[in-house]
């Protein structure tokens, strides 16, 4: 029956774009641990990576699209549904875009802020990994959505706490203020992938209501 | 060429019919866009015409309710009033019932006609009123409940979900849509089968379509234009204009509807329990527009949703107001059509309590001295004669209902014409026609005694004991007395 073979296209497809979302928030905390080793090869080929995930994702959110309204699916939920894929194809926009600026300016991160950068990745790539995991609930359990997102603000928060020690630490060096401007702007670049995140779960908090009344 | 201009009020009807019942089926789901409206249409009217032409004819070879109405222009005129009762409510986006606008025109014919109102008629609809609403909307809560807990439990994918509702809404559509052909044909061409100017006709050699059959098919395609034409205002009330409903609440809406319609209007299912002495569920009037309206408002008094009650407000008043307007309407018209067109409307009804009759009713153990004072007298009015047997006797309602049936005169004859054209032999059991064949060209001044002796040649023409594995058996019965009645009496061809 073409009903529910449409549905079920769909819903592949909706699941592969989560997959890709979360392997590029994979690829992105590799690539700033390779940057951060030195690692030149790892880290281009992290580019090269990251770039074919947000196209493939870009490709996969057009084609739920196009499905959903050719097919007249999901009616009630459209328009929440496209607004969750397009904010969460927003992340992998994100970090493509931050590891492609370490790739243009190729900043130089003194030894004792190696640390500090190391954890905000880390915990930006938390934030990205559980909105992911939030977002497969709401297909899937709305009741749970709730569950999962407080991990979300929790990695966001912790992610806002690092960034602002580590640029307090920078701005109390005796760097060149270049240098420092530089190094702040590169730690915003990071924490970015979070704010992404949290953007992407307040409105899941909204759709979840929604789908549970 | 008459018939045929008689006929187009029967498929007015049907297409208002179409345009205000196809709402209580698909409203909900073209309301939630799950359904498209032209897919639903397209659904609604091919099950339709499956369900009026296969179901229908099976089924419902009475005469409908119209089948009270004795002439033909009578029943031309009283469907007109009706069809343009709900012609008018669907214009106004109401949703009304289509039944209710033909019981009410019927009134408004025995008015005209001084025919005597069964009672039963008013009773059914202002039960109606109450009892469906309640019904269907206790049975929406508790199949939200459990469509809910079903949901909670399984936690299937929303877009599997969507599926799956959407599903289930086409499917219930679809069975609605078969069920309202089969159920409401009759009342939208059921009049005309005595005058069927139809006869059978093979398909390609592959089935045999009967007259009846093809009269339903006209009529059913007619309810299908109206499903098609202007259906869709009526469905966004339904569906969105008196509460926004979701898919599933939509769906759940649909299946109240269809299950309170089934358990409770049923006939096949109560004999069915009842052959296999299981309770049975109490009978009780139930309207389509009713259930759907009571399920919705169930289901959001249940969740707390908004109703626009000023909506809510206009579809009850369209409620009562449709059998008056419609018994108005059908009045004036009924007069216009005697008077200004000079088209017998009405038969004449004479009655008369004679020696017979009395010794009938006291077989029947009704008895009153007053009877005598009027008996022998001849009335050409039936609510005269009512009002002198409330006056002269101390008998009850059913009692005097009996006595006015019985006292009812005319001329019939068993025509062995009419019964080789006319009678679908499909309908009726072998031994019920061998019966008519062997009464053949009696005469009989009452059609009780054409039944009495029906009865006596052949056991299939007798009622059997009221219990309720009988009933559908009984009723059956009565239908096809009814439809006797009207074929063979005699002053539809040899009166002026």
């Not at chain 2, 309770?279 to 169930?298: D, E, H, K, R, Y």
């Not at chain 2, 047997?389 to 006292?407: F, G, K, N, Q, Y």
């Amino acid at each position: 029956m073409s009903l529910f073979k449409s549905s079920r296209i769909v819903e592949k497809q909706i699941d592969e774009f989560l997959d890709t979302v979360a392997e590029g928030a994979l690829v992105f905390r590799s690539g700033i641990n390779a940057y951060l080793e030195s690692a030149r090869a790892e880290f281009e080929a992290s580019i090269i990576e990251i770039g074919k995930l947000e196209n493939r994702a870009d490709i996969l959110s057009r084609e739920v699209e196009s499905h959903l309204y050719s097919h007249s699916l999901i009616p009630e939920h459209r328009g929440d549904v496209l607004g969750l894929l397009e904010h969460t194809d927003n992340i992998i926009d994100t970090v493509k875009m931050s590891l492609m600026q370490f790739s243009v300016e190729h900043p130089v991160i003194p030894d004792e802020f190696d640390a500090g950068y190391r954890k905000l990745g880390e915990a930006s790539y938390q934030a990205a990994d559980a909105v992911v995991v939030s977002t497969r609930a709401f297909f899937r359990d709305a009741t749970a959505v709730k569950d999962t997102l407080f991990k979300v603000h929790h990695y966001e928060k912790e992610a806002d706490g690092i960034s602002d020690t580590l640029k307090r630490a920078i701005f109390a060096s005796d760097l060149e203020l270049a240098h420092k401007t530089q190094l702040r702007y590169f730690a915003l670049n990071v924490e970015r992938i979070s704010d992404r995140a949290e953007e992407v779960a307040d409105r899941l908090a909204i759709y979840a209501i929604k789908r549970n009344t | 060429m008459g018939l045929l201009l008689f006929l187009s009020s029967g498929l007015f009807l049907g297409w208002s019919l179409g345009a205000n019942d196809a709402a209580n089926v698909f409203g909900t789901a073209v309301g939630t866009r799950m359904v498209r409206f032209r897919t639903a249409a397209v659904i609604c009217a091919v099950f339709i015409v499956l369900g009026a032409t296969l179901s229908g004819a099976g089924a419902a070879h009475t005469l409908g309710r119209l089948g009270a109405v004795n002439t033909l222009a009578g029943a031309f005129t009283v469907a007109l009033a009706a069809a343009l009762t709900t012609f008018w409510m669907t214009r106004l986006k109401m949703p009304v019932s289509t039944s209710q606008a033909i019981v009410g025109a019927i009134i408004g014919w025995n008015i005209y006609a001084a025919s005597v109102t069964d009672t039963d008629s008013l009773t059914r609809i202002v039960l109606t009123w109450v009892a469906c609403p309640l019904i269907s909307g206790t049975l929406a809560v508790v199949l939200f409940m459990l469509i809910r807990w079903l949901i909670n439990t399984t936690n299937p994918h929303l877009l599997r979900l969507d599926a799956m509702t959407r599903a289930g809404l086409i499917l219930a559509g679809a069975f609605g849509s078969y069920s309202l052909g089969a159920n409401n044909i009759a009342n939208v061409m059921g009049v005309f089968v005595p005058e069927n100017p139809f006869g059978d006709l093979s398909v390609f050699g592959l089935f045999v379509l009967s007259g009846t059959q093809q009269l339903f098919l006209l009529g059913s395609v007619a309810i299908g234009v109206g499903v098609f034409t202007y259906s869709e205002r009526v469905m966004r009330t339904v569906g969105g204009g008196l509460v926004r409903l979701s898919p599933v609440p939509a769906l759940v809406v649909v299946l109240a509807h269809s299950i309170t319609l089934f358990l409770f209007a049923s006939e096949g299912l109560e004999h069915f329990l009842a052959s296999h002495h299981l309770p049975t569920f109490p009978l009780v009037p139930v309207s389509s527009s009713q259930a759907v309206v009571g399920a919705i408002v169930g289901i959001s008094l249940f969740k707390g949703a908004p109703i626009r009650y000023r909506v809510l407000g206009e579809i009850s008043v369209g409620w009562i107001t449709t059998p008056i307007i419609a018994g108005v309407v059908a009045f004036l018209m009924l007069f216009f059509v005697d008077n200004v067109f000079d088209q017998r409307v009405h038969q004449d009804m004479r009655y008369r309590i004679d020696r017979i009759v009395v010794e009938e009713l006291a077989r029947q153990g009704v008895a009153d001295a007053g009877l005598d004072e009027i008996a022998g007298t001849t009335f050409a009015n039936g609510v005269k004669f009512k009002r002198d047997l409330e006056t002269a006797t101390t008998l009850a309602e059913d009692d005097i209902h009996r006595v006015i049936e019985l006292s009812r005169l005319g001329h019939w004859m068993i025509d062995p014409g009419i019964l080789a054209e006319k009678i679908d032999t499909r309908w009726l059991t072998a031994a019920q026609l061998d019966a008519l064949r062997t009464l053949a060209d009696r005469r009989y001044e009452r059609s009780w005694l054409m039944h009495r002796e029906l009865a006596a040649t052949s056991p299939d023409w007798s009622e059997r004991p009221p219990a309720a594995i009988h009933r559908s058996w009984n009723k059956e019965l009565a239908a096809k007395l009814v439809f006797l009645d009207r074929v063979f009496r005699l002053e539809r061809r040899d009166e002026p």
